[in-house]
């Protein structure tokens, strides 16, 4: 039951806290860095497309999307994780927005000014401008070109691309942020609406109605974070699923997904849901294996950095990649794994060296993450 703290003259709501679960917090943290690496692959998907300068074979794109429909997980997760942590512990709400000020906001606009800086930097420089389009040309941004650059472009909904900000990655962040600040909210909503709060964001999630504030899919995925605490989800009733058939269920939609998502755009929806039903359960494994689960947990440590810096890695590897090497036939499938191989390996190697160098910028770059 939700009560409330005084604090001199004013009252601050705070959410009850509940013990968390050390396996599954285990088990969040083995997904943690593998959920990154989806991340990097979604995102080298995105690249390749618009950097490719001729058409892309139809065998590299069968193979994306089925790489996509696994990787599509990783998002839905990651908010309903935060939203767990977030909803299980006693938290006053000014004391959330302090942390997560520090934690996200702090983080999300340190970045952007280095990220803005380089850019301005390499567009003005003779040896590098050639490579920079002119709308990365800073010095020539009006306020509404910074506002949109901090915020995203909200002018056109239905162009995903345009609506995140200049860091594009950190949409995450923005939404996650602007979710937090409302968590309070969502969770009365819930409570007093729980069965017709889940079925409107599902509808939004399931029909892509997006809405100006925070993505469908950020929405629906924190709340059930929250519906989690609440009814009190067990990992034990996913446990109870067999692996197998859960693996073959699992198969079958994907391979419906990759012949009938035109005519039933649901599938990609049911994917997500299969998807995470899977990766949480054979979580259980990652525990398990003594070795893998303090390499996972090890890699966890690097997640925010690795998240952080691909985003500007692999564009300009790829542009490397293009000018090197033919961007046609089999050159474009390799292309396509080995920028994901570098977008990893680059984003560790800079947070591994930043954190033993510089430690002091490395916490206050990724949020206090060390």
Sequence with gaps: MEYVATTGNRQQATIPSLPIDDELSKRIK???????????????????KIFSERNIPDYVLNVQRLIGVITSIAVPLFFMFSAYFLYIKEQKYFSVLKKKCRTILLPYILWHILLIGFYFAVSILPFTKQYFSPEKFVSSWELLDWIKAFCGDYSNTDNVLKNTPFVYQFWFLRDLFILTVLFAGIKKLVDKFPFGTFVFCLVLWVNNIRIYIVSPEALLFFMLGYYVIKYNLSMKNIDMIKTFELLTVYCITIIMEYFFIKTMPVLSKINIIIGCLFFLKISRCFIENVKLYNVLAWLEKYQFIVYAVHGVMIPQFLKIYIRIIPPHGVYILLGYFLMILFGVFISLFIGILLKK??????????????
């Design 30 to 48: 083995s997904l943690r860095f593998i959920l990154i690496v989806f991340v990097i692959i979604i995102h080298n998907g995105i690249s390749a």
């Design 357 to 370: 160098l510089f430690p002091k910028i490395y916490r206050v770059l990724t949020g206090g993450r060390i």
